[in-house]
């Protein structure tokens, strides 16, 4: 990874695995700064949920942007309500009108737990480094 652009990459395929899609949060204000940020490793999946389906970020051309400080105020607002209902998957129940409920997924919220702690600490950084504005693509 190059220091000349600060950017950090949010999932890490197998090198004996094919390529898997990658989500990066980028820093807008000043892409040439010599500071690493933290890592940040999140599926383009997992990415979309968080920042679409629980931060409410909407993608401009595959592209989500937003202020540091406002991802932490979205992120304070999340409640552990909200990530079972986002990773909630259907399941066969015969009692339910519908014939399914859906069930939340104890080991996918902690994975959407974790991106959403490293999100934190990725804005977090950049407040302190004087970064407002940061992509994730």
């Not at 652009?5 to 820093?27: D, G």
Request: charge should be positive; glycine fraction near 4%; charged fraction near 20%.
């Amino acid at each position: 990874r190059s220091t000349l652009f600060p950017y950090t990459t949010l999932f890490r395929s197998h090198p004996i695995v094919p390529a898997a899609q990658v989500m990066r949060i980028q820093i807008v204000d000043n892409p040439t700064a010599l500071l690493q940020p933290p890592e940040v490793n999140m599926s383009t999946t997992r990415g979309t949920v968080v920042l679409r389906d629980l931060l409410g970020y909407q993608s401009a051309n595959g592209r989500y942007e937003f202020a540091a400080d406002d991802v932490l105020q979205r992120i304070a607002a999340v409640t552990e309500d909200r990530i079972a209902a986002c990773t909630a998957s259907p399941v066969q129940d015969a009692q339910s009108e519908a014939g399914v409920r859906r069930t939340p997924s104890p080991i996918s919220m902690k994975a959407v737990q974790r991106c959403l702690e490293e999100i934190r600490l990725f804005a977090e950084w950049a407040i302190g480094h004087q970064y407002k504005r940061l992509a994730a693509y």
